[in-house]
């Protein structure tokens, strides 16, 4: 997944790409995921599903973030894989991953929420890209 942690001067910030939106949100997933610990460390054990609505890429990048933070935050859950399918003005996603062990996983970061902050999906050369801020 093409990502990569940027610098912020008091938040953490990804810049993300894809070809198309749907590599631009895996991408923005994965891109989470390394931010809160080494996703090798992650085995395939359980499978999470759920839908998003959404009205702009932005918004579409941001509550689906957030989606995966509340995922953490509630159950522990860390994903490693990540599936989207996109139709119209909804996503579809399947993330692959386990429960959080401390014996297994450290945690880089407490990330709270992913922000518009910044937030701009730009067209660049035919691929697609972002700049997310994510408060930490």
């Known amino acids: 997944m093409p990502f990569k942690v940027v610098p912020h001067t008091a938040d953490l910030a990804l810049k993300v790409w894809g070809n198309d939106l749907k590599e631009l949100v895996e ?18 054990i359980e499978t999470k599903k759920f839908t998003i609505d959404f009205s702009t890429p932005e918004n ?6 957030n989606k995966m933070i509340y995922l953490f935050d509630s159950q522990s859950f860390i ?5 989207v399918e996109i139709f ?18 450290l945690i ?23 700049r997310i801020i994510l408060d930490d």
């Open 27 to 44: 991408s923005a997933i994965m891109g989470y995921v390394s931010l809160l610990t080494s996703s090798e460390n992650v085995d395939q």
């Open 60 to 65: 579409l990048i941001v509550r689906i973030l």
């Open 79 to 83: 994903p490693n894989k990540v599936e």
């Open 88 to 105: 119209k003005n909804t996503v579809s996603c399947k993330v692959h991953g386990e429960f959080f062990d401390e014996r297994k996983h």
């Open 108 to 130: 880089k970061h407490c990330i709270k929420a992913a922000t518009y902050c910044e937030l701009n999906v730009v067209l660049d050369e035919d691929c697609l890209s972002a």
